[in-house]
């Protein structure tokens, strides 16, 4: 019947975030993943929404890669 311990179990629950998987980086939408800024023209330049990496941070956790339950 103990009243202490509040603050110890006030565990903050993180789950994995169902759009990045953890890695906090999703697929860029505008290149598609592939870097580039017209995927169909092959000397194209860098895509301008991920730099050419092809890969953007995940808005549903902001890059976490995690979410809070
Ligand atoms: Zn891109
Ligand atoms: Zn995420």
């Known amino acids: ?16 975030c169902p759009r990045c ?3 906090g980086k999703i697929k860029c939408p505008s290149c ?9 023209n092959s000397k194209s330049g860098p895509c301008s929404q991920c730099n ?3 890969k953007i941070q995940c808005y549903n956790c902001a890059g976490f890669g995690k979410v809070k339950k």
């Open 52 to 54: 050419g990496t092809g």
């Open 1 to 16: 019947m103990s009243l202490f311990g509040n603050d110890y179990s006030k565990k903050e629950n993180w789950v994995m």
């Open 21 to 23: 998987f953890y890695s």
């Open 32 to 40: 598609g993943g592939t870097g580039l800024e017209y995927p169909s």
